[in-house]
């Protein structure tokens, strides 16, 4: 009996001595969360595991350096493309496009249409800059005020990718001329790319000093597809248009030749303020700019636009008179450079006008 007691003592006190036994599982847990001073150290990681954070973290580092860098690559390369379409020239040029079909439309302006000339506008005009840019790419890169172009920096390779932006953008703009508007607009936006890479880029700009003269023309049929846009022929606003953007285009280009003749020389380009003497140059310049801001005020006479082109043509052509004058008693590489940016503003303000005078018709 006593070692049977005995033994059921020891059971007993191993009993209580249970977690869940006599003080039940609330009070267990409590114990069970107690700190019993044990650690639970991880495994020590392999060589190999030990080596794996350090490979990811290079790998991702090297991933966002490469995405990085093709971003810039694509922002570059978007940049080069932009400026190889000479937006700045192009946004003249949709001018004299525009004020062509609201001279010839006046307020019969027809919305959508005006987009469709816009847009195949654009691209004509940046397609013939793109190829002009292919094309004079080895003259750009002796001259200082072109050589950092994309093409002379080789920003751009192969070079013939430019040639076929050019290409395209012309095919976009015959295109959406010719089927969104007419074969006429078209014709004319065809025959502008035609002379400007053609007739000047190809053929005389190297060769002959009446290079930008005759050259001039491929300015002048903005206007022409204009008027065609607006009633498929060609109107007598546009045709004036046409010839004042004609006279302007060598005072304009010459001033800018003046200034860089040097840069001029060195390129072995015959433009005229590079092959005449300074005094020449500068009375062909002088005379060139008035002739173009007295047919604009002569263009009263034709019935064609009233008073409020009237009173544009008279301001802003005794303002570029007077810069001419003051180049022709003090000529300089600066008071050509300021002939050279007021007659851009001129030409804007004068087919500002245009367009003013054919909306309002104030009689004279």
Known sequence: MDSTAETEGVASRDYRSW??????????LRRMSRPSGLRLVPPAPSPREAN?????????????????SARRVSAVAFSDFLQLMKLRIDALLLLVAAAGYVATSR?????????????????GAAGASATNHYLDRDLDAVMRRTRTRPLPQHRIEPPAHALAFGVGLLGLSLAIAGFGLNLLTAAMIGLGYAIYVGVYTIGLKRTHVSNIVIGGLAGSCPALAGSAAAANSISLPAVLI?????????????ALAYRGREDYRRAHLPMLPAVWNDRGSVVAIAGSTAIAALASIAFIWTSAFDAVYLIVAIGSSAVLLGLTVKFLAHPSPETAWAGYRF??????????????????RIPL
Request: charged share 10%.
């Open 19 to 28: 977690p869940f036994a006599v003080q039940g599982p609330q009070s267990a």
């Open 52 to 68: 794996q954070p350090q490979k990811s973290s290079f790998a991702n580092k090297r991933l966002r350096v490469l995405a990085d």
């Open 107 to 123: 307020t019969a302006v027809d919305l959508p249409r005006f987009g469709l000339l816009m847009a195949a506008g654009l691209l």
């Open 242 to 254: 046409a010839v004042l953007v004609f006279l302007w285009t060598p005072g304009h280009f010459w």
């Open 343 to 360: 007659s851009g503003i001129y030409l804007a303000a004068i087919l500002i006008g245009m367009m003013a005078d054919a909306i309002l």
